[in-house]
């Protein structure tokens, strides 16, 4: 039985249960500036399509639970779903090119700490992907911007014990009672604690077919996964989320305690990991510039792949760039432009499907 160690957050982490002393004033402006990008960020973007936020559209402010595909509007619609009493929202983008007749992708896509599924499906492009390959896209929302991946990370939904995995899974079902939803293609991503939380999606289910990573890392216990198709980008720079492994840094930028602080293993010692899951070949090396690929072939058309991005940080490649004033506050990581990660996930992911009665 193969079985990966238990990597924890460190202690004293937000959401941990064993010291949770008064915020300072320095972490008080860093949760104001956090709430300041996110605002930034959602000015900077649009909402898309029909049926969005506040657009009077067919669908909009809607539950999907029941309904059929023709209450799927194209473009942009936020739904809400209850799990465990709980009413969570998330945005479902239904593109032009997906004509539901016949069943298509599903790629869900979770934000990291601080953000929103609006931010998500602003910021990554997955939109525009969706539209030229005929996928749907889902963009759930945390609870309080936060993901429950452990009883210590992250925030408000671990001290709650709010049971994420349990809502992905459930949100998945309810979006393919509405969209004629691929099983052997459905996918999820994830940045920074959206990333913790996809692969704990895939330490603890058998949903997903595969899972695009960026910017995380694998945290708490993981007995026993089914092969899964592993897509991880990482920058060798982040210090959120070190390449190297253990706890990241403390201080961002001068500016306070960073909101969630995780000690996870080394990029490469989780892909290895994930290839004995696998049961892979040797990985081979390929350099283009800054960006080092190293891939697996694995039984049944599987494949795991680690990206690493020597001059990157703790972003995501490709993405919109930062707010200038949330930059300036947070002394954030621009998003690389060596490699744009949404357009690398999808022809991952259509390229990996469950393979026949996986």
């Known amino acids: 039985m193969m079985t990966f160690s238990d990597f924890r957050p460190a202690a004293g982490t937000p959401g941990g249960r064993s010291h949770r002393p008064s915020p300072s004033p320095a972490a008080t402006r860093l949760a104001g500036a956090l709430a300041l990008l996110v605002g930034l960020t959602l000015l900077a973007g649009c909402t898309r399509g029909g049926g969005g936020i506040g657009d009077g559209g067919p669908g909009a402010d809607r539950a999907s639970d029941g309904a059929s595909t023709a209450d799927v509007p194209v473009g942009s ?6 799990v465990d009493g709980r009413e969570r929202t998330y945005r479902l983008y239904r593109p032009a090119s997906a004509k539901l007749t ?17 931010q998500a499906e602003e910021a990554y492009g997955w939109t525009e992907e969706a539209d030229r ?15 429950a991946v452990g009883r210590e990370c992250c925030g408000a939904p671990a001290r709650e014990g709010v049971d994420d995995v349990k809502f992905i899974t459930e949100l998945v079902r309810t979006v393919g009672e509405t969209v004629p939803v691929d099983p052997a293609r459905t996918y999820v991503s994830g940045i920074s604690n959206g990333g913790l939380l996809a692969f704990r999606l895939v330490c603890d289910t058998t949903v997903f077919a595969a899972v695009g990573a960026v910017a995380t890392t694998l945290t708490g216990q993981c007995d026993d996964p089914k092969p899964v198709s592993v897509l991880h980008i990482q920058g060798k720079l982040d210090k959120t989320m070190p390449y190297g492994g253990g706890p990241g840094r403390r201080d961002n930028g001068g500016t306070g305690r960073n909101p969630v602080k995780i000690d996870g293993p080394p990029a490469p010692e989780l892909a290895a990991r994930w290839r004995a899951v696998d049961d892979c070949g040797e990985p081979k090396d390929t350099t283009d510039g800054p960006v080092v690929r190293t891939a697996a072939t694995c039984p049944e058309g599987r494949a795991v792949e680690l990206i690493t991005i020597t001059d990157a940080g703790h972003q995501w490649p490709g993405g919109k760039p930062n707010p200038p004033r949330a930059q300036r506050l947070l002394n954030l990581d621009p998003p690389s432009t060596a490699l744009n990660a949404t357009e690398t996930i999808w022809q991952f992911f259509s390229a990996h499907p469950k393979p026949a009665g996986g």
């Open 77 to 82: 619609s936020q739904r809400t779903l209850t």
């Open 102 to 118: 016949e069943p298509v992708p599903l790629v869900v896509m979770l934000h990291g700490a601080a953000g929103t599924g609006e």
């Open 133 to 147: 390959n005929g996928f749907v896209a889902v963009f759930p929302d945390g609870i309080n911007r936060a993901w």
